[in-house]
């Protein structure tokens, strides 16, 4: 199983960027999916989320209406739009599926990680 992250980099306050997630060796449709991200010195916390389908969609306090995340079972892929980014959005970002029932929220609820992409805001 292989999670691979893409689309990470040096941006502007302001700016915009997606994130893509490519899924291989599990039927995606099968996994909910998350986003997380850490932060230099912090936890890691919870970015967004998805059901099976994308149907339902979950944010991390105070990311709703910036963030978006979305998937394409048929592709494998698992996107993250990011809008009006901050320098406190700069963390190394992260996608995980799992196939329990557990919060989505919560990082324990997660079978498969990524290696993580580096997202960095300037001021």
């Known amino acids: 199983v292989q999670l691979v992250e893409s689309g990470g980099g040096l941006v502007q306050a302001g700016d915009s960027l997606g994130l893509a997630c490519l899924v291989s060796?599990?039927?995606?449709?099968?996994?909910?999916v998350g986003w997380f991200r850490q932060a230099p010195g912090k936890e890691r916390e919870f970015v967004a989320g998805a059901d099976w389908t994308g149907t339902y969609t979950y944010y991390g306090d105070s990311l709703k209406g910036r963030f978006t995340v979305s998937r394409d079972n048929a592709a494998n892929l698992v996107r993250l739009r990011m809008n009006s980014l901050r320098p406190e959005d700069t963390a190394v970002y992260y996608c995980?599926?799992?196939?329990?029932?557990?919060?989505?929220?919560?990082?324990?609820?997660?079978?498969?990680w990524g290696q993580g992409t580096q997202v960095t805001v300037s001021s």
């Open positions: 995980a599926a799992t196939s329990g029932w557990e919060n989505i929220k919560t990082r324990s609820a997660y079978n498969y």
């Open positions: 060796g599990l039927t995606i449709s099968n996994y909910r």
